[in-house]
């Protein structure tokens, strides 16, 4: 919904309630006290000023992620995430991945914990390389019972090498798809800028699948599908059949 917001501040003659929903959407986000959205958002950011770079764009970009992160780092428990990388693999080159895996049973490091997850996981695969596990059984695959925190190796595991590659294959038509809808709308800006803010919001998404269960958010895909359809739609011979039709109005009057 931020990307939405975004695409429409953009394309509004009247910005101010779009900017305010916008700064709303940012303090849910951070209510969500979810550490990877920050790397999503970035993500998002970062494509969508690429391909049209402009300073307009880069300094809205930038004070948006200015504003999440400020509000993030402002609050303890922000702080309290931030200085928890510190006693992680990624962080500190004192612990390596075993000792991480040990220490996610008493540390309540996240990301240690979703480190020795993935281990359990990948080390279910091992019995069934071809076609895993079976579907959704993932979280019956490690000690805690809890879903895999990561796409990927959900895949892997429930459905093996054959599922895993059909999932990449799924997930490349989808980015294969809005490269095409971009291609193709460059005469409708506001349509292209649409396709441009739903090919960022599908990097990021492809990004939080490391560390998060994203593929089971049924909602999250009801709109992203729904998003997809509409801008596949032909806007630029609505428009013109919209002026024909004015046009003939006239003509009869």
């Known amino acids: 919904f931020i990307g ?3 695409w429409r501040l953009r394309w509004s003659a009247n910005r101010l309630p779009w900017l305010l929903l916008l700064g709303l959407l ?3 986000l951070i209510g969500t006290r979810t550490l ?3 790397g999503m958002l ?3 950011v970062l494509v969508t000023i690429a391909p049209k770079f402009n300073w307009v764009n880069l300094i809205g970009g930038v004070l948006l992620l200015v504003l999440v992160l400020g509000l993030f780092i402002s ?3 922000g702080q309290e995430r931030l200085q928890s990388l510190a006693q992680t693999p990624l962080l ?3 612990i390596d ?3 991480a895996i040990l220490l996610s049973g008493s540390d309540y490091n996240s990301f240690n914990w979703r480190l020795a997850q993935w281990h359990y996981l990948l080390t279910a695969w091992q019995q069934f390389p ?7 059984t993932s979280k019956y695959l490690s000690i805690y019972r809890l879903e895999a925190h990561n796409d990927y190796v959900r895949a892997l595991a429930e459905s093996g090498l054959v599922g895993l590659a059909t999932f990449f294959t799924f997930l490349a038509t989808q980015g294969i798809r809005l490269v095409q809808l971009m291609r193709q709308t460059t005469k409708n800006r506001e349509q292209n800028d649409l396709c441009l803010i739903l090919l960022a919001l599908f990097v990021a998404m492809l990004v939080g699948m490391l560390t998060e269960n994203i593929w089971s958010h049924t909602t999250l895909w009801f709109y992203w599908w729904t998003l997809l359809a509409v801008a596949g739609w032909e806007w630029e011979s609505k428009v013109k059949s919209q002026k024909l039709k004015v046009k003939s109005q006239k003509l009869i009057t």
């Open 97 to 99: 991945i075993s000792r």
């Open 75 to 77: 609050t303890p428990f």
């Open 4 to 6: 939405l917001t975004y």
């Open 36 to 38: 990877v959205v920050l």
């Open 42 to 44: 970035g993500i998002f």
């Open 92 to 94: 500190n080159s004192n």
């Open 130 to 136: 071809i076609f895993g596990s079976g579907l959704a």
């Open 26 to 28: 940012a303090l849910m």
